[in-house]
């Protein structure tokens, strides 16, 4: 699954990047730089590392998600917060949490874009 999604992440990824470099926010590069690492991390079969990247790219999207009014937050962040929820999700399971997965999995679809990947948090679920 996790060489499925490397193609579709890096994609996306690009994306994200593009867009969050607009924004011009003082920590993007640091935050980016921790995304790549859990995907390729990941990628490579370590999952417990990658869980660690992808949660530390979540908890700066939940921030930034709960910065403002939901209006005014930028799209952006909710993509990023779906895309990391993936991918912890994925590497709990690879682990045997299925019960934290589910959670994370759960957040993913409430708080970030849901319909990211083609809706793969709701498959996931």
């Given at each position: 699954i996790m060489a499925q999604l490397g193609i579709k992440y890096t994609e996306m990824f690009q994306e994200i990047r593009?867009?969050?470099?607009?924004?011009?926010?003082?920590?993007?590069?640091?935050?980016?730089?921790?995304?790549?690492?859990?995907?390729?991390?990941?990628?490579?079969?370590?999952?417990?590392?990658?869980?660690?990247?992808?949660?530390?790219?979540?908890?700066?999207?939940w921030e930034r998600l709960h910065s403002g009014h939901w209006e005014n937050v930028p799209v952006v962040y909710r993509k990023l917060y779906a895309l990391a929820t993936v991918l912890r999700g994925l590497a709990l399971s690879y682990i045997g949490q299925y019960r934290e997965a589910l959670s994370v999995v759960d957040k993913g679809i409430l708080l970030g874009a849901a319909d990211v990947m083609n809706g793969i948090l709701y498959e996931m679920a």
């Amino acid at each position: 699954i996790m060489a499925q999604l490397g193609i579709k992440y890096t994609e996306m990824f690009q994306e994200i990047r593009t867009q969050i470099e607009q924004l011009q926010i003082p920590s993007a590069d640091s935050i980016l730089t921790a995304f790549e690492n859990s995907i390729n991390l990941a990628k490579d079969g370590d999952y417990k590392v990658s869980m660690q990247w992808s949660k530390v790219v979540e908890d700066w999207c939940w921030e930034r998600l709960h910065s403002g009014h939901w209006e005014n937050v930028p799209v952006v962040y909710r993509k990023l917060y779906a895309l990391a929820t993936v991918l912890r999700g994925l590497a709990l399971s690879y682990i045997g949490q299925y019960r934290e997965a589910l959670s994370v999995v759960d957040k993913g679809i409430l708080l970030g874009a849901a319909d990211v990947m083609n809706g793969i948090l709701y498959e996931m679920a």
